[in-house]
């Protein structure tokens, strides 16, 4: 049994049933831009596919409360 299992039967789970995890995540190379309203960094969505050189806010939210 190794010190990973041991550790995991101690926290209460089970040793079998650890979670899928990917080797890289999917979304590592999409492309992003900053929100004009809030300053933080946003990622392209599928949605905005067609007007992504349009978007300039993160979020309905920020859209709204424009500064």
Known sequence: ???NQKL???AGRNPQCTPHRHPMPHHINRPTKNCKACGRPFQWRKKWKG???DVI???ERCR???K
């Open 1 to 3: 049994m190794t010190v």
């Open 8 to 10: 995991l039967i101690a």
């Open 51 to 53: 007007v992504w050189e």
């Open 57 to 59: 806010y993160c979020s």
């Open 64 to 66: 709204k409360n424009k």
